[in-house]
């Protein structure tokens, strides 16, 4: 990737580079890299990866959920959650998960373009804010 976007890199040079490399892929997609490099819009060829990959799963009733838990989930723990969602979006579901402390607890579930945050740092952040309401209007 870094050779693609690389300025001093000839593109008859990238286009060898990524032949080499594609060699065992499909003619089609090979040939569609090649003419991102030759018009110089490799950058895109990420975001064509990814509305492939999401077509490609609507295609066959799947929707990728990304996990995110302020410590690792049990295997039991996942398998929990992701036959809620599956029944919530009735669909097969694709889960990927991640660590980040900072939600201090709970879970945030991304399906799509929806948001389920169920972490304490949102549910602390709400209580704060209905604090600072009631403090800021007093006796309503």
Same mark, same amino acid.
């Given at each position: 990737?870094?050779?693609?976007?690389?300025?001093?890199?000839s593109i008859e040079n990238k286009i060898k580079a990524v032949d080499a /490399?594609?060699?065992?892929?499909?003619?089609?997609?090979?040939?569609?890299?090649?003419?991102?490099?030759?018009?110089?819009?490799?950058?895109?060829?990420?975001?064509?990866?990814?509305?492939?990959?999401?077509?490609?799963d609507e295609h066959r009733g799947r929707q990728r959920v990304e996990v995110?838990?302020?410590?690792?989930?049990?295997?039991?723990?996942?398998?929990?959650?992701?036959?809620?969602?599956?029944?919530?979006?009735?669909?097969?579901?694709?889960?990927?998960?991640?660590?980040?402390?900072?939600?201090?607890?709970?879970? /945030?579930?991304?399906?799509?373009?929806?948001?389920?945050?169920?972490?304490?740092?949102?549910?602390?952040?709400?209580?704060?804010?209905?604090?600072?309401?009631?403090?800021?209007?007093?006796?309503?």
């Amino acid at each position: 990737r870094a050779l693609l976007g690389h300025a001093d890199v000839s593109i008859e040079n990238k286009i060898k580079a990524v032949d080499a /490399v594609m060699e065992q892929i499909h003619p089609l997609v090979r040939n569609m890299v090649n003419l991102l490099v030759t018009k110089g819009l490799v950058k895109v060829a990420a975001d064509l990866k990814d509305g492939y990959l999401e077509l490609l799963d609507e295609h066959r009733g799947r929707q990728r959920v990304e996990v995110t838990s302020a410590v690792p989930l049990e295997p039991g723990e996942l398998d929990r959650i992701t036959k809620f969602v599956a029944e919530l979006v009735r669909k097969e579901v694709v889960v990927s998960t991640q660590v980040d402390e900072s939600i201090l607890g709970g879970l /945030v579930i991304q399906i799509g373009d929806r948001l389920l945050d169920g972490s304490t740092r949102s549910r602390l952040n709400s209580l704060r804010n209905q604090l600072h309401t009631e403090v800021a209007v007093p006796g309503a």
